[in-house]
């Protein structure tokens, strides 16, 4: 069954019927299917999405955070936990219980603020090779969710990290990114931002 048929099978948002975006994440996603073991969803809502991840990484264990108690979506290999995203010490308090995790995607407040305090906490603590995915990015053109913080230009000042910002010489490196970080001075997110894809509304970025 493709992703997208569980998306539709559990009524999640993601699905082809609204947002779409299971179609890139299964472009992402299904080469990982089996090795997947620890996957972290910030926003629960309904909990469709959470049951839609158990049942395709057939081997992880998903995390739900949520600023509301919603542990009636507890399972076998489904959690729950309190969890205020714009909180870096309650987020923190999450890798006392999983030191790790394969994939993280951010779901929840949809806020530019809370979206960059989520990202610059987590993603450090993603495993290398990991992947971290911001949704609905739209909302970074809406002041309804952004009037301090636009995630939007963070993510355009990602892709100046994925070049390294113009620190490496073609003449010498020709753009191995893996062999330039062990070369040159450069910045965490310099040095560890792989690669990002983006479609509408959706973000995936690699971590090296």
């Given at each position: 069954?493709?992703?997208?048929?569980?998306?539709?099978?559990?009524?999640?948002?993601?699905?082809?019927?609204?947002?779409?975006?299971?179609?890139?994440y299964e472009m992402f996603f299904s080469p990982l299917k089996d090795k997947?073991?620890?996957?972290?969803?910030?926003?629960?809502?309904?909990?469709?999405?959470?049951?839609?991840?158990?049942?395709?990484?057939?081997?992880a264990?998903?995390?739900?955070?949520?600023?509301?108690?919603?542990?009636?979506?507890?399972?076998e290999r489904i959690r729950t936990i309190?969890?205020?995203?714009?909180s870096h010490s309650q987020l923190m308090n999450l890798f006392d219980l999983h030191?790790?995790?394969?994939i993280i995607i951010d779901d929840g407040s949809h806020i530019g603020e809370h979206q960059l305090i989520s990202f610059n906490?987590?993603?450090?603590?993603?495993?290398?090779?990991g992947l971290y995915c911001i949704e609905d990015v739209l909302c970074g053109y809406d002041?309804?969710?952004?009037?301090?913080?636009?995630?939007?230009?963070?993510?355009?000042?990602?892709?100046?990290?994925v070049q390294m910002n113009g620190k490496i010489p073609?003449?010498?490196?020709?753009?191995?990114?893996?062999?330039?970080?062990?070369?040159y001075d450069a910045t965490y997110f310099e040095k560890n931002i792989e690669w990002i894809f983006t479609s509408c509304g959706l973000v995936i970025i690699k971590k090296m």
């Open positions: 069954m493709s992703l997208d048929e569980l998306g539709l099978k559990y009524q999640t948002d993601k699905a082809s019927t609204c947002h779409n975006y299971l179609q890139y997947v073991k620890n996957l972290l969803e910030i926003g629960v809502w309904e909990g469709a999405s959470l049951k839609m991840w158990k049942e395709y990484f057939v081997n264990d998903v995390v739900g955070i949520d600023i509301e108690d919603k542990k009636q979506f507890n399972s309190i969890c205020d995203q714009s030191p790790s995790f394969d906490t987590l993603f450090p603590l993603l495993k290398s090779g002041s309804r969710w952004n009037e301090k913080v636009k995630i939007i230009d963070r993510i355009k000042d990602m892709v100046g990290e073609n003449s010498f490196i020709c753009a191995n990114k893996q062999e330039a970080v062990k070369k």
